[in-house]
Every structure is written in structure tokens, then in C-alpha cells.
């Protein structure tokens, strides 16, 4: 069976493509940049999910399908009704869902149908840390809000496996995962993380809620992105902050942790 992956070159995507083709299987990753895609192992097609039209001859022989529900950045699908319609077309059985945000047009369209589909939910994911990256480079520091405001943020690792088992095993269809990491981290919790992970001393430094938006402001974020930003990190949901047994329990090992989630990202950081 050939097995699509859209968001292929994305922080979680990658993992999937890299989970799939370690287990020997056929593995198609989606591009809209195909050249640049970089990923071993898979054939790279050139396909858009917000232009369904440029999906067909991705989907030929595909039987298991992954699908994020975002286009760009922070923009819902609004496609999700085609793009389901041409995989069933195609001879599609199983599709997987990353969630980012609230459910969208590939969701509403998937319980729809007669679709073998699963939803995978996670909570913040841990290359959210990267946005922390330039002033850890430049002067070793975090300058964050919301210090005391947990999160059970995830490794993106461990989404991609949870998503390579359910695309490659039955007895998932129906059924939202929400996933987590193994403990919650308050901000200082993730700097300490972070500089046990990078072997050196990162500082934190606690914005106020308007130097925040001042500082997301100028790095050219849209002011709705910003609003999402202040109530996902200063007044999340319990699920946000709230340890599940989901990794564990689907990967038959413990969720990984920040401390080595850095490890393995180092370079982002120097
Ligand atoms: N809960 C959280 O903390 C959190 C954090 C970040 C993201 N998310 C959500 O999770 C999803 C994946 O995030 P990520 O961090 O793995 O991705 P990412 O690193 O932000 O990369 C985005 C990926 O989406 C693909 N993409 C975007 N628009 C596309 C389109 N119109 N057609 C085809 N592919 C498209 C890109 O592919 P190409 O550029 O190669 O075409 C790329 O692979 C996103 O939907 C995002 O909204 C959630």
C-alpha cells in the first residue's frame, strides 16, 4: 500500500515519514515545494491541499492518507469536502488528521463519510520552543509571559509515531487522540528543561502581557494570531495542561520529555 503524507516537511510531518519508511513501507510525502523537501527515503509530490485539483495523481494507489487541517500559516482548510471526496475516489480506506486549532472542513467532511478516520489532537507541541531560539543564540535568554501557566506540551516525535502506528494499524477509526507529554511544564520549568538540554545556562526573563504583544507585534505576527497566542498561553484550557496516558498507551513506551527533545536539537540553538 502507498501511504500519503501532507505536511510531509513540517515539524511533525517529518517524524511521520521518517516512522513509515523505517518500517519499510511506500511512502508519498506532499509538497508544495517538492525540490526543497529534503526527505529521505519517500518520493516527494508537488500538491496544495487548499487547490484539491492538484491532489489527483498524488492520490493515485493510495489506501491510507495523513492530513493536517491547516493551510499556510494559521489558515483553516477550506477544501476539506473535496479533498476528502477525491481520496475516496482514489480508493482511500484510512486517514489521520493532525489538529491544529479547532475542528475544520477536513474533520466535518471525514465523519461524513464511510472513511476509516482517526483525529490527533495534541496540546502545545515542543518545537514551540524554537520561536525561543534566536534570543537563546544571541544573548542565552527567554523572555516569555504567563511564567506560572502550565502546559503538557508534546514531542513532536511522539506525534509522528502515534501517527505512523494508526496510519499503518487498524482499530483507531472513530476515534480523537488527544496527546501529551510526560509532565506539565511551567515557562521557568521549560527554560531549566531547555538548559539541561543544551548543557548551558539559559535565563528567563518574564514579559508583562503588553510587552508581549508589542514583542509578537514586531516580529509580524497578525493580530488574530496574536489574540489565539495570548489565550493559548495565558489562559489555556485544562486539556493544555492536563498529563494523559495517550503516548504511553499507543506506543507501548513512556512520552519523551523537553530534556531530550533539546538534546536532539541542539544546532537550532547555537
Ligand atoms: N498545537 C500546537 O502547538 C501546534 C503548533 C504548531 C502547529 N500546529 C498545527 O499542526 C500542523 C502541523 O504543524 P507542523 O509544526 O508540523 O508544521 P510546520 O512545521 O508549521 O509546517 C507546515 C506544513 O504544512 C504544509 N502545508 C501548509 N499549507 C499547505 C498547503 N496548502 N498544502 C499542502 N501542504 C501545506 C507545509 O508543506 P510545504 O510547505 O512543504 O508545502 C509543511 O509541511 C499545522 O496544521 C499547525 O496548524 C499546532
Redesign the pocket.
Known sequence: MTILV?????????HVVAHLVDEGQKVRA?????L??SLPGAEVVR?????PASLESALEGVTALHL?????D??P?ETGADIVALARKAGVKRVTV????DKGTVEHALEASDLEWTFIQ????M??VFDWAGSIRDENVVKAPFAQVGSA?VH?GD?GAVIATVLTSGGHGGRTYTLTGPEALTVPGKVAAISQGLGREVSFVELTEAEARQEWKAQGLPDEVIEFFVV?HGNPPEQAYTVLPTVQELLGRPARGLVEFVEAHKDRFD
Open positions: 501532507a505536511g510531509a516537511t513540517g515539524n511533525v510531518g517529518r506532499l509538497s508544495r515545494n517538492p526543497t523537501a500538491g496544495d491541499l487548499a487547490d493536517i487541517n491547516f493551510s499556510g494559521y489558515e482548510l493532525l489538529r491544529g486549532g495534541p496540546v502545545e507541541f518545537s514551540g506540551m513532536d506525534i493559548a
